[in-house]
Structure formats: C-alpha cells, structure tokens
C-alpha cells in the first residue's frame, strides 16, 4: 500500500542523469507478484532506452500527441513527472486478484502506486503511474430529474443538497501483459505478437524482435470508473453493489443522439448506483474507451448512412448485417479483457448488473464474477429511432426480462428526416 508519506513526498526526477548511474539494468517484471517490489516497475519511457521493460509507451492512444508536442519543441524530450501530491484520493488494494497472473492482465494493478517504487524512483528510474484515482462531484441532468420526482433523494452523503452527486473516480490506462492476454484469447503469443506488429505497420518492432519483454502499452483507449459510495467496500461480499459496464457512444452519451440507447442505458446505469449506494452498498459505473463497438466512430457512422439507405429502410432484422458488410465483423470490443478492472477493485459479486449484454455477462461469469439480478434498460427509456437497435438485440438473443420476444416491428426514421 502506498505510505502516507507519498502524498505529500516531492517525487521529482529530473535532473537525475548527472547523479545516478544511468547504466543501471532495467528493472525485471513479474507479472502476478505478491508485492510491488517483488513485481517491479513497468518503465516505457525513452528517456533512458537500458531502463525499458515494456514496449510501446505511456499515455495510451494520447502518446502520439507527446511525439507531437516533442517534435514542435513544446516539449522537452527529457521531461520527468513532478508526482508531488498525485498519490490516490482513495485507497485501492491491494487484492487477491492481483496476484493471480491470469485475472489481471490488460492493466497494471499496481499502476497507481508509484510510491511504493521508491527505491527505483530515488534510484531515477523514470516510473509513470498508468492510472489515477481522485474525488469529484458530477452533475447529470437525469439525475436532477430523477430527484424531482422523488426516485432518488437528496442525503447529503452521495447526493449533496446542491443535487450534485459524490464519486470516486479513476482512470486507467491499457498495460497488456503479452502471456495473459494471448492465454485469454485462446491464440500463441508468437501469433499474438505478429498480428500486433502487423496490423499496426510496424509501429512496434519490439514486438517480434524483444521476446523477453512481456508487457506492452497498446495505443488504445483506456477505463474510467466511478464509485458511488464507500470504495472501501467494493471488494466486499457482504456489501450489495450494483454495476454498469458502459462502452464508450460519443454521439449519445455527450451530445444525446437518439439512434440508439447508450445515453439513456448509462444513465440508468448511474440512478441504480446512486439508488444501491444510498442503500448502504456501492454502485459502479466501468466507462470503457470502445467507441462504435471498437470499430471506431467513422465506421459507426458509414454503418449509420448504410442503415437508412438501404431498401426497405432502417429494420430490427438487418440491424447486425449493416455494421458486418461495412466492418466485416458485427463487434470488436472482445469483452474478454473488461473483467480486468473488477478484479483490480476486489470485485467478485455483482448484485444488480445493469446490462442486456450476455456478451458482457459471460464474460464476468467466465472470469469468476458471480451475478445475481440482471437488470434491462425500461422500455420507456427507449428513444422511438433506437427501437430498431433494442429489437434487433432481443432478436440476437440479448437479456429482456420479462420480454420474452421482440416485435421487429420498428423502422427508424430515414436519413433525411
């Protein structure tokens, strides 16, 4: 756990490479161990290239703004983070999970930990936490509404008399160890490693050159999650919690595109959090960076325009086929990996999953998440152009509750309209 003493420790390292031996090894990683020293940092900084144990590097899929802003001279290559009070708002683990190197393996669970690197750190090895855990209020619309009339109360707890609502949230960066991910999937790690290097041009030839470097940092979105309630009782089986696991639908979840249920869904979402939290368990919202089912919006967007152009119009029956002909594949966001981040918060219960998803579902069931009630979006939730999605998905075979069939009635509206 990291000491106290780190939050307000001035960790700074720069100017570092007149003092310390920069021929010092790279810090050896093993994945699953019982403690951060006996794990070791992951360091995927070129500002010293005999420190480096991961390939790619920090920041995700923001990385390449860094190789921007160095190349403009904005800047400094050599930059170190100054981590003075960076240290978590909360205390996250350590947790069993943690040390089993086959229920994490898409995140560093010791990732917010810099602390507890010390020893590296004082050493100047350039040690950047991949994920980040602080406190906030947030203010949702719905939630002022729901409030109005009376499903969720003001408790100065969770809801603060200005109808705000308390959250812990972190962010988390994607730290894929190789091994883990290539046993997940069902594939070698030799053809794991190809395709990566492939499929992205080249971009990493560490990958196929550097066998003896198991972690990768993939340029790719990452997970936010927020905490509704004590976080402290999030690994808890005594404590009730309610779930959302919510993958990434800009144009509903910010700006209110009606086409489909994201926004309404995620929001439920949030209400049943709030609603479990203020009952004394915890509630949980896992945001995932996966826009267009991974597929990305520009291809969710030409699967829009082929939905409405076709013959007969937008229909529940050719929901699949439209985004399969564009993309060649009906989803990309391999759920596989979305357990991860429950296991890093000791979550090995959900009580009330809010998801129609038996994708998802399988999933957390698969990875030892036991469910107990699976809770489907209300009818009166669904905006009238996302009938044809909600229909095509009770007709895939999708979680309803008490519907038991789909009506594939619905047609969305024409492009123009």
Known sequence: MMSEAMSTDHVRNGGLDSIFDQNSPAPRINWGAATAAERGPIIATLRNPRHRNAIGTHAGGYSVYRALAIAARTLASDHMADLTDTAPAERIGPHPQWLDDKRIVSLDPWGHLAGEFRDHLA????????????????????????????????????????????????????????????????????????????????????????????????PIGGTTIYCFGDPDKLGDVKTPLACRVHDECNGSDVFGSDICTCRPYLVHGIEIAIEMAQAGGTGLVVYNRKEGRALGEVTKFLVYNARKRQAGGDRPEAYFKRTACVAGVEDMRFQELMPDVLHWLGVTRIDRFASMSDVKYDALVRQGIAIGERVPIPAELVPADARVEI???????????????????????????
């Open 391 to 417: 229909e095509a998905k009770i007709a895939a075979g999708y979680f309803t509750g008490a519907v038991t069939s789909p009506s594939l009635q619905a047609t969305g509206r024409a492009l123009h309209e």
């Open 123 to 218: 050493r100047g090895y350039d040690i950047r936490p991949t994920i980040a855990v602080t406190r906030a209020h947030i203010d949702v619309p719905e939630v002022r509404a729901a409030i109005g009339v009376g499903r969720i109360r003001v408790d100065g707890r969770v809801v603060t008399p200005a109808r705000t609502v308390r959250v812990m949230k972190a962010a988390i960066d994607p730290v894929w160890y190789l091994p883990g991910i290539a046993e997940r999937f069902g594939v070698s790690e030799s053809d794991l490693r190809r395709g990566l290097y492939e499929q992205t041009g080249g971009m990493y030839s560490d990958l196929v050159e550097r066998e003896d470097l198991k972690v990768f940092l993939p």
